[in-house]
T-cell receptor, first 114, second 114 residues
Framework: GAGVSQSPSNKVTEKGKDVELRCDPI?????LYWYRQRLGQGLEFLIY????????KSGLPSDRFSAERTGESVSTLTIQRTQQEDSAVYLC????????????FGPGTRLTVT | DQQVKQNSPSLSVQEGRISILNCDYT??????FLWYKKYPAEGPTFLIS?????DKNEDGRFTVFLNKSAKHLSLHIVPSQPGDSAVYFC?????????????FGQGTELSVKP
């Protein structure tokens, strides 16, 4: 079946503009995660949704970052007033709801803030 | 505060030989460890995992070893193949306290030469 998809694949934006990144998880996966990878770094956890529970937002770096998820489907990550340090690859992953279940990653959105 | 560390940014190995990738962690609450493999312009893909109740898990050419007292894990690939060339990320979770979010190391780029 289809894997995790993300759009756009690349986004170039000017400093100060808002951007919205989209993630379509694997159908039936109740857990959804956002990570980001800056150049030369590991993946950094941002936010985690599990069913109807309150999301774990502990990784969001500032209040300019927010994310929403509609039910158990699409999620959008919004970055307001983008800064150059927001430039990174933003990765989405989904999994079945089971502790330690494998997370399946999308290809990522490469965000460049000029 | 880097809770998961991969101190070798790169490793070069001859085809057919063993590749050993290392990972150290600091958080004693971590109870599940994973290795992911990443090719350029793709999302990470799950490779192998180990629970903290075990010290070894094997899957074909891949074996993960966990030394809890040293807070160290390693991934052995034998025999190494050119197709194994990729960036390998170690990840950990404290699932029973923090849900499924993963804490990643910085990655080690493995190059397997024919």
């Amino acid at each position: 079946g289809a894997g995790v998809s993300q759009s756009p694949s690349n986004k170039v934006t000017e400093k100060g503009k808002d951007v919205e990144l989209r993630c379509d998880p694997i159908s039936g996966h109740t857990a959804l995660y956002w990570y980001r990878q800056r150049l030369g770094q590991g993946l950094e956890f941002l936010i985690y949704f599990q069913g109807n529970s309150a999301p774990d937002k502990s990784g969001l770096p500032s209040d300019r970052f927010s994310a929403e998820r509609t039910g158990e489907s699409v999620s959008t990550l919004t970055i307001q007033r983008t800064q150059q340090e927001d430039s990174a690859v933003y990765l989405c992953a989904s999994s079945h709801w089971a502790l330690n279940d494998e997370q399946y990653f999308g290809p990522g959105t490469r965000l460049t803030v000029t | 505060d880097q809770q998961v560390k991969q101190n070798s940014p790169s490793l070069s190995v001859q085809e057919g030989r063993i590749s050993i990738l290392n990972c150290d962690y600091t958080n004693s609450m971590f109870d599940y460890f994973l290795w992911y493999k990443k090719y350029p312009a793709e999302g990470p893909t799950f490779l192998i995992s180990i629970s903290s109740i075990k010290d070894k898990n094997e899957d074909g050419r891949f074996t993960v070893f966990l030394n809890k007292s040293a807070k160290h894990l390693s991934l052995h690939i034998v025999p190494s193949q050119p197709g194994d060339s990729a960036v390998y990320f170690c990840a950990a979770s404290a699932a029973y306290n923090q849900g499924g979010k993963l804490i990643f190391g910085q990655g080690t780029e493995l190059s397997v030469k024919p």
